[in-house]
């Protein structure tokens, strides 16, 4: 029999630097049984910046040098959290987030580098910090885009003469001549000289600098920054319409305002990379300060650490022995030299041309590819005897996240065709979106029930969309959110993480409840083998409520939300799926269409949600039941990102064939109509002449909506044009 194991601990992981990324990769290799795993991280992807000078150079796409934290996190069984911690209480075992609520550890560990935000007049105006690269590169890219159709003038100014700041003048410079413009690029540098390097790289590094025309002012102070210059202290101020802080390693400036130990906001740690007098703490990487044994701030660090951390992280979770680390005093620095050319140095010795520039692009690559060659995720194996069909039935792609593991409507209305039709009071039952009763003041309640098995490690995210998910049904039917009942499967655990996943789960349906209009008035909890968190939500209405019967010839047809989530999370399961992708998918799924339900039902003639059935099944259920035939306009119908791509190649998610056998199309064959969707978006049929002001009434309430084809007389045809 399969055992599960309990989770007992909870190890936080804060930032996915390079140690945390190296981590997630061994740990997904090799899980510690009952260590339940969060990473915490703004973005779904973490920068190499070591690759981000030959990116602004134009040497790397921006996808090579993204480490994907999202697949790791798959990998490695882990939620990844997208916020930032902004506090500690240690006495409380919690981290803080910007946005959601505490979490919870046993263990934590922060690697979440330095800031190059710089402390000056006007440098939150209109500087930029050479990290977030996701920030960086935007305002790079566009002010390259201006400089080339000639609205702006290429005139660049980086304050901060370290390694990374001329790597960085060297690469925008390089940039800029490629495309044919002659930039003025200038390095502002308080101290004597440039610095992190040895004379003789500094030589070389000079040297690169002038033939790429980048200046370098030496013994300059920045005074302050405006829109298209710096002004300097004591000096004439210089013309630049982009600048970028590279100033030295900066401690984040939270971590000031916490009890941790700390010089100058670094936090201190013993030589086992543990919080010096916190036992339940880790810090590594450009954040944290070993005080006897002080490095530069270089990602060389970070990555070497990885080992020792997941070792004392492993030992500080089941008790084990704890190593120690002897950081390196000497470490090989190659420095891209703008074009495909580098300086290498170590030891004092020094070599220089494009033979390092290779070097340097093989080592990136390398570990890069560290990180995204990730074992492919297997079936479960059985050994032994088994019933006819259990082999074909594993050798399929793993149970499906992308269609929350619904049952097809085929088997479903087989099972469904003996129940009697409902009496009395209830107007509608099985058939429409909810069921439908009426009470004796005339008003209609709306009643309906989802769950969702877990998509995703996450409960908190989880709980947002199944309230979404469950909503949807009340929405569509233009229903006003009254209550939910929460039904909830956690796995098995601890006392302790029961009552921290329970606090999460009802923190989170109480405020997408409330902020639905609706509260959260009970629900039954169990535990079991994975995580499925549903709801029974109930809505009120004074007027009959909208169903999927009514539309009529020369509707049009709305959608509020992309399809192809189902081919994502599919993916996502499968390790295919890229992490911004997902992300953006998540969180789309976790928002609450209020807004859209209000508008689409002062106008629509029948209404309805797109989930598991797909697209097609949705519009033929509102065919069916309206006698019509739909044409669907395939360029007009919403996809997430990367959905196409991935759909092209083949993913799709379980219960697509089903989907596609209950509601054909004709014409173009396109898979992602029959993808099942997970709080997906409401599909309205709504008359022509109201369309284009629904679509405005929309857009003003920063709602999104998209006609995606045509009603007609007919016997429930669906065509895609
Ligand atoms: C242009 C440039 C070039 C460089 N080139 C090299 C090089 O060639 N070789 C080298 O060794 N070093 C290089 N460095 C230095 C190197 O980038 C850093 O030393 C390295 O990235 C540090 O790694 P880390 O793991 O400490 O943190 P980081 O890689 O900085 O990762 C920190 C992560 O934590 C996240 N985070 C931040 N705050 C929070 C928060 N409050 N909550 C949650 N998450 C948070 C961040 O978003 C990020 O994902 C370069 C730096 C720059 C700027």
Known sequence: MLKIVPFTRDLVLVGGGHAHALVLKAWGMNPLPGARLTVINPGPTAPYTGMLPGYVAGHYASSDLEIDLVRLCRHAGARLILDKVVNINQLQNKVMLAERNPVAYDIASFDIGITAKIDLPGFDEYGVGAKPLGLYARQWNDFFENVKQGKLSPNVAVIGGGVAGCELAMAMAYALHAVGVTPKVTVIEVGMQISGVGGKVRKKMLMAMNALGVVVKTDTRVLKVCIDKVILDGQDPIAASFCVGAGGGKAHKWISQTNLPQKNGFIKINADLGVVGDSALFAVGDCAIMENAVRPKAGVFAVRAAPILHQNIRAALNGGIRKKWRPQKNFLKLISLGGQSAVAEKFGVTLTGPFMWRWKTHIDRKFMNRLVDLPKMLSPKIS???????????????????????????????????????????????????????????????????????????????????????????????????????????????????????????????????????????????????????????GTKKSTPLTVAGAKDGDLLILTRPIG???????????????????????????????????????????????????????????????????????????????????????????????????????????????????????????????????????EKGCSGHIIGKLKRGAGLIRLS
């Open 565 to 699: 989530s189902g081919v994502i999370l599919a993916a996502d399961m499968l390790g295919q799926a890229k992490g911004c992708d997902v992300a953006v998918a998540l969180e789309i799924m976790g928002q609450i269409q209020n807004r859209e339900a209000v508008i689409l039902t002062k106008k629509a003639h029948a209404m309805t949600d797109v989930t598991g059935f797909g697209l097609a099944g949705h519009v033929q259920e509102i065919c069916n039941a309206s006698g019509l035939d739909a044409e669907l306009w395939k360029d007009s119908i919403p996809i997430f990102n990367g959905a196409r791509a991935l759909s092209d190649a083949g993913v799709s998610s379980t219960l697509m064939p089903a989907n596609r056998a209950d509601s054909p199309v004709e014409g173009i064959d396109d898979a992602l109509l029959y993808d099942p969707q997970t709080a997906g978006g409401l599909l309205a049929a709504v008359p022509e002449s109201q369309s284009e002001s629904i679509i405005k009434a929309l857009a």
């Open 384 to 538: 032994g005897e088994t019933a006819i069909g259990v082999a074909e039935m594993l050798q399929a792609n793993p149970l499906c996240g992308g269609c929350g593991s619904k049952v097809g409507r085929g088997i479903l209305s087989g099972a469904l065709k003996n129940v009697k039709k409902p009496s009395n009071n209830v107007v509608m039952g099985i058939g429409d979106d909810a069921a439908v009763l009426r009470h004796s003041g005339g008003e209609f309640q709306v009643i309906s029930t989802d769950h969702l098995r877990s998509l995703i490690h996450d409960p908190g995210l989880m709980t947002r969309i199944a309230v979404v998910h469950s909503l949807g049904d009340v929405w569509a039917m233009g229903a006003q959110p009254q209550v939910g009942l929460a039904s909830i499967i956690v796995p098995q655990m601890s006392e302790k993480l029961q009552a921290r996943t329970l606090l999460e789960i009802t923190q989170v349906a109480t405020e997408v409840l409330n902020a639905s209009g609706a509260q959260l008035v009970g629900g039954h909890t169990t535990m079991g083998a994975e995580l499925t968190i549903g709801f029974t939500v109930t």
